[in-house]
């Protein structure tokens, strides 16, 4: 069995979302959890500890980084209408604070554009594997 989950530390192409709340001022809201539930097992000894307690042998997790390249319009679209999260809380503010959010957004990601308006943001995930007992 294999599973991967964000590396939250390393993961700039979501991490820009938290600093643009946190820049707004709008790191939460009523119902939507400080962190994905999934985030206690985000570490590599808890993701293998997860599999292993799961009854898993042979396991283990290593860290994969690549270079997320995208449009940064687009984007903002992609986190904020299809993730968990990051969307629901961003769904959950007024139209005031959204535009003060994106506007904390385009402040930070402005600088990363290159020359095609695309940017590259670090991106990392743990890959924890395990194999089940015959």
Excluded: N
Aim: hydrophobic share 40%; glycine share 6%; net charge negative.
């Amino acid at each position: 069995m294999a599973l991967t989950c964000w590396y939250h530390p390393r993961m700039q192409a979501t991490r820009i979302f938290d600093e643009a709340m946190s820049a707004a001022g709008e790191m939460s809201a009523d119902g939507v959890p400080k962190t994905a539930p999934f985030q206690q097992y985000a570490e590599p000894a808890a993701f293998t500890g997860l599999l292993a307690g799961a009854g898993l042998t042979d396991t283990g997790t290593e860290q994969v980084e690549w270079r997320h390249e995208v449009d940064p319009d687009q984007w903002w679209t992609d986190v904020v209408e299809g993730t968990a999260r990051t969307a629901a809380v961003i769904a959950r503010l007024d139209a005031d604070a959204s535009r003060r959010v994106k506007k904390e957004y385009d402040q930070i990601i402005d600088p990363l554009r290159r020359s095609d308006g695309r940017v590259s943001l670090a991106a990392s995930a743990l890959l924890a594997i395990g194999t089940r007992p015959r």
